[in-house]
């Protein structure tokens, strides 16, 4: 099947601009005429051409932006609107071009045939194995709109246990840059002027005194260098980051840190919880919840866990024990799905920790907010206030000569 772009007009003379999937041209035409169009421009979309869909289509869309279209999709669907004319109408109102482009693309596929899963399996940097999944299980189910809120729903509480973590971390990251700001500004700017007036005494200085002018000295010197070797050690730590063993190295030593790693690690069993709890609730099976949930773990750590826990139960484990084996998850976490396994209740103790694992964030987020506030202030005084204090030694031991 090949893809032709169109240019048209609707019957109130709007312009409109898309893509659409036919076996021909003249399938083409005819598909579009079907909808009141008319065809001004369409020719067949050449491969490796950077069409507008194609380049929109690798840019993200905000998480906020996906949570109000699918809320919006929900509601469109359960009062009985076809899935093309929702998706026609949601199209207008996207703020994102690429969002819109992918939209539109939906619509036009799912308008030759394809289903709205298959429609979005074109745009995975859009919509996630997650989502596609649960589209897949909510069309197989005949209850669409139903699992469309239950998405809605989950990727509003991802947002807001995003929000929370960003914003606890932006205060800290924006003190510790301004600080290191500062710190880069008195050396290389404050610290040369004092050094011209000690010159004059005549006398030797402090060790503390003429370290300071020392690193002074060598930061003005190769202040190049320094910028490039650090741009260098940057981008190799970044590239070494986005390596399997990268990853696998950082996510494991981010689970081990005192206090963030705590926290990593309720993040990552609530989201885990969570995104289980939605897809077997929603009739996706578990081997397939299993391999969907490692994917989004957000930690590579956890991902390899929960591979090794869909492997044990595909040979006939239940989840609770190779959970547990793993070390990973804490046992009040086994011991629910345990029992939701034994009842038959397996979503709603799933459900049940991820609140109890929201909350233990939302408490933890707090708590270290406030603790980190006194403690990033202590460090910028010591820092700022010993700089102040060697810079001044000189003049202090000058005036204890004077008043001998």
Not at 211 to 229: A, N, Q, T
Not at 373 to 386: N, R, S
Not at 390 to 397: K, R, S, V
Request: overall charge positive.
């Amino acid at each position: 099947m090949a893809k032709f772009n169109y240019v048209s007009k609707d019957r109130s003379g709007k312009s409109l601009k898309g893509q659409v999937d036919a076996v021909d041209r003249a399938k083409a035409l005819e598909i579009l005429r079907s909808r009141d169009l008319l065809i001004l421009k369409l020719e067949e979309a050449k491969p490796g051409s950077f069409s507008s869909l194609k380049l929109f289509s690798r840019k993200k869309v905000s998480l906020d932006e996906l949570v109000i279209f699918t809320r919006q999709l929900a509601t469109l669907t359960g009062a009985g609107i076809t899935i093309v004319t929702s998706l026609d109408t949601l199209s207008e109102q996207a703020q994102s071009p690429a969002f819109k482009a992918a939209i539109i693309d939906a619509r036009d596929s799912v308008n030759t045939g394809s289903s709205l899963s298959e429609a979005m399996e074109k745009h995975r940097g859009i919509f996630s194995d997650f989502f596609i999944n649960m589209v897949r299980a909510g069309e197989s189910g005949g209850m669409l709109d139903e699992v469309l809120e239950r998405v809605a729903a989950y990727l509003e509480k991802t947002s807001n246990l995003q929000r929370k973590i960003k914003s606890a971390m932006m205060y800290p990251a924006a003190v510790m840059i301004m600080a290191f700001g500062i710190l880069v500004l008195l050396l290389l700017k404050v610290i040369p002027v004092f050094k011209d007036i000690f010159s004059s005494f005549g006398a030797g200085l402090p060790g503390p005194t003429q370290f300071l002018i020392d690193l002074s000295d060598g930061m003005r010197k190769y202040f190049f260098p320094l910028v490039v070797l650090g741009a260098l050690i940057f981008w190799a730590f970044k590239w070494y980051a986005s390596t399997k063993m990268g990853m696998l190295k950082l996510d494991g030593l981010k689970l081990k840190l005192p206090v963030f790693g705590v926290l990593q690690r309720k993040v990552a069993i609530s989201k885990f919880s969570r995104t289980l709890s939605t897809l077997v609730r929603s009739g996706v099976p578990i081997l397939q919840a299993l391999e969907i949930v490692s994917k989004t773990a957000g930690n590579t750590v956890v991902e390899r866990t929960i591979d090794k826990v869909r492997d044990n139960v595909r040979e006939g484990e239940s989840i609770s024990d190779p959970m547990e084996r793993s070390g990973i998850f804490p046992p009040l976490v086994t011991r629910m799905i345990s029992v939701g396994e034994k009842t038959g209740e397996l979503e709603k103790m799933l459900t049940k920790i991820a609140d109890f694992f929201d909350d233990q964030v939302d408490v933890m987020v707090d708590s270290l907010t406030s603790l980190l506030e006194p403690l990033i202030i202590a460090f910028l005084g010591i820092v700022i206030g010993g700089i102040v204090i060697c810079m001044f030694l000189p003049i202090f031991q000058m005036s204890e000569l004077l008043t001998f």
